[in-house]
């Protein structure tokens, strides 16, 4: 990591200094955003492909009269208006409004899995929300190879995402816990490297979710299918990979949120500017004292 | 400090809900531009030649066993042509039916139910995918593909197989509203595609698309073209319908429907 002290800041020598460290290479600030993109349009097209039959299964096949583990839908065998509703297992939701029914563009109330404003295109068009989402998916691995095979060759994967032994013991991982719950954020020296939670956190999104994305995603393929059969039997069958992609794609949008709001509270611009311009800045005490 | 920065996070927070917003907004205005569909079909062909590379010809579709059935295959599309010519074939068990074989073939067929039955059979218990999300496990006996295009020798110019169904799907004003769908030479010559004439040992309901349909197994539901009536083939595809090669490709659907 390169460093330059802020030019301009004559700051007294009792005080902290800033310090601005170059924390991310530019082709981890580029992924990020080609990810961040990519990730926006694959949810939002993910959710439009949903609700062409928005129910949930598990095992080899699903269908109408089959089981469903997860279903959206507008009941409206009761007397007075429809009920949109989220069933998980055998716990229904009144969702009205949001899931199973909602408003369309033209304001009236309709049977829709998910509502127009989180899916991309908002009106119902299945055949084009799979363009955007397959256009998106290529682009969405291609951007992750280069994002690893970089990772790899300059040591970011291993030097700034690894956790080290010394904060992987449970001490040091319940006192990150703790310092999470308190909104307590590493300042000065410590501000350098990612947290413990935040290294875990990273390497499971990288390594566990998008990877499962990728290949939940091939396993409904019944072209992949044909290629690569034990990918289907890994996740126990092409309707079990379609539940776990829907899992793992919730899961990272959990992720997102968390993402945001932490760096919101750790200070939304200078999070912000490290992730554009690479420079973040720290308070670090005057040496010479 | 924290009064100076909580304007500055609620201005975030708005400029990201806004910006969000007109992103949506924005890819609906992207989704109406011809130019933009373009670029995203593009990922189509890249699919296919990567899928065709990996799997080559013969890569077979998974096949299940009689415990692997389910229960109920869904019936989807079309579940009844309309149309007096059906109606008659239908009420003389398709007795009268015959499969007509031609195109950029040397020798023209004409196929009888029983002619396609005395034919090599092939059985297959696989899984049936639909675009929309859901899958169903059947057993589908019929003739191989392949065996009654041999027997139809084919011209060298022939690159497409087109299939020309019963059913009028969509009440188009320019008459393209009639199912069709077609395949490339790979998948026509695929060990496992065959033209079924029954699902679960019974012959094919007229739900699932009596008195024949088409198995293509590594693709999705809608190239499976029920109620078929008649063979073609051909060397271009701009010919039929709004020229995508299939009913639901002429209405946007990727026309390899692989993935």
């Not at chain 1, 992720?255 to 939304?268: K, T």
């Not at chain 2, 699919?47 to 389910?70: C, I, K, N, P």
Request: charged share 20%; aromatic share 10%.
């Amino acid at each position: 990591m390169t460093e330059t002290p802020e030019t301009g800041l004559a700051t007294p020598s009792q005080r902290p200094r800033r310090l601005a460290v170059y924390r991310h290479a530019r082709v981890t600030r580029l992924t990020h955003w080609i990810n961040f993109l990519c990730v926006s349009v694959l949810l939002f097209s993910g959710l439009q492909i949903f609700n062409a039959h928005p129910a949930l299964y598990w095992g080899q096949f699903g269908a109408d009269s089959d089981p469903s583990i997860f279903e959206l839908g507008a009941d409206e065998s009761r007397a007075g208006p429809p009920v949109g509703f989220a069933r998980i297992g055998s716990s229904t939701f009144d969702t009205t409004g949001i899931l199973g029914l909602s408003r369309n563009a033209s304001g009236g109330f309709a049977q829709r899995g998910f509502p127009a404003w989180l899916t991309l295109p908002s009106w119902r068009d299945l055949a084009m929300g799979r363009r955007w989402h397959f256009f998106f998916a290529w682009l969405f691995v291609a951007n992750l190879l280069v994002y690893v095979a970089a990772g790899l060759a300059n040591g970011h994967l291993w030097r700034d995402l690894l956790p080290s032994w010394r904060q992987l013991r449970p001490r040091s991982l319940l006192q990150d816990v703790a310092d999470h719950l308190r909104l307590k954020f590493p300042r000065g020296e410590a501000a350098r490297h990612y947290n413990p939670l935040q290294k875990l956190t990273y390497l499971g999104v990288i390594g566990v979710l998008l990877p499962a994305m990728i290949l939940t995603g091939l396993a409904m393929s019944p072209g992949m299918d044909a290629i690569l059969p034990w990918l289907v039997d890994m996740f126990g069958g092409r309707q079990s990979a379609r539940t776990i992609h829907f899992i793992a794609a919730s899961l990272i949008v959990l992720f997102v949120f968390v993402h945001v709001a932490m760096a919101l509270l750790a200070g939304p611009v200078n999070e912000l500017r490290s992730m554009i311009t690479g420079r973040f800045l720290i308070s670090v005490e005057d040496k010479h004292e | 400090m924290s009064r100076i920065q909580l304007p500055r996070r609620r201005f975030l927070a708005l400029s990201a809900a806004g910006l969000g917003g007109a992103l949506l907004a924005g890819c609906d205005r992207l989704s109406e531009t011809s130019e933009v569909q373009e670029v995203l079909s593009s990922a189509e062909s890249l699919t296919y030649r990567v899928q065709r590379l990996l799997g080559g010809r013969d890569a077979l579709a998974r096949e299940f066993t009689e415990a692997d059935l389910s229960p109920v295959f869904k019936v989807n599309g079309s579940s009844m042509p309309e149309g007096e010519d059906y109606a008659a074939l239908l009420e003389g068990n398709f007795v009268d039916w015959r499969l007509r074989v031609e195109g950029l073939v040397a020798n023209p067929l004409d196929l009888s139910l029983e002619d396609l039955r005395k034919l090599p059979q092939r059985t297959q218990i696989t899984r049936h995918d639909c675009v929309e999300g859901w899958s169903a496990i059947g057993k589908w006996r019929g003739v191989p593909l392949a065996i009654v295009l041999q027997r139809a020798s084919l011209l060298p110019t022939a690159r497409f197989v087109v299939f020309h169904c019963a059913d009028v799907y969509e009440r188009a004003l320019d008459g393209t509203g009639q199912y069709y769908e077609s395949i490339d030479l790979i998948d026509a010559f695929h060990p496992q595609t065959i033209l079924a004439h029954s699902l679960n040992d019974a012959p094919l309901s007229v739900g699932h698309g009596a008195p024949l349909r088409l198995r293509v197994e590594r693709q999705l539901g809608y190239k499976h073209a029920k109620y078929v009536m008649r063979i073609e083939l051909t060397d271009r595809l701009d010919r039929f319908g709004r020229g995508k090669g299939g009913f639901w490709p002429d209405r946007g659907y990727e026309w390899y429907a692989g993935i």
